[in-house]
């Protein structure tokens, strides 16, 4: 009988903490990927689909660089994710609703990236593969 009860404490606590595990898309990977795509994470990898949110905010920055050092930069394109085609040079950027997705670019294993953004003077910045994984590892023990 004590068995019975070790196993169903055991079942209960697994779906307790599979049920506190959902997580709930970012709006803006809705652009994306498919609604289905994001219900299969959210139901079945929410540890994928938090970290998909997080990278959203935290995989870059936009500095102020100048034209004189942006020059050095190749320029940021826009991409297009459900047809995987590279469009053309971004411009300008609105920093608020800013969708990492939507652009392409390359991301250096263990140093930083840098593109210009159209002639604007700024530039997006990437961390490195290395710290990402670094930070997000932060991210994740504290949450």
């Known amino acids: 009988m004590k068995k019975i009860f070790v196993i ?19 709006a803006r990977l809705d652009a994306v990927y498919s ?5 299969d994470l959210s ?9 998909m949110n997080w990278y959203l905010d935290n995989s870059y920055s936009i500095v102020d660089a100048g034209l004189e050092k942006c ?16 469009g053309d040079i971004v411009e ?15 991301r250096q294993y263990d140093k930083k990236t840098y593109y210009r953004i159209g002639d604007s003077g700024k530039a997006l910045v990437l961390d490195s593969y290395k710290s990402l994984a670094k930070k997000f590892n932060i991210y994740a023990d504290e949450n």
Request: no cysteine.
């Open 8 to 26: 169903l404490g055991i079942l209960f606590v697994g779906v307790m903490s599979s049920q506190a595990q959902t997580v709930a898309p970012d």
């Open 35 to 39: 609604e289905e795509y994001l219900q």
């Open 43 to 51: 139901a079945n990898n929410p540890e994928k689909l938090e970290y």
């Open 71 to 86: 020059q050095q930069m190749p320029y940021l394109k826009h991409f297009d994710p459900i047809n995987k085609i590279i």
């Open 92 to 106: 300008d950027i609105d920093e608020v609703s800013f969708n990492i997705y939507k652009f392409h670019f390359e």
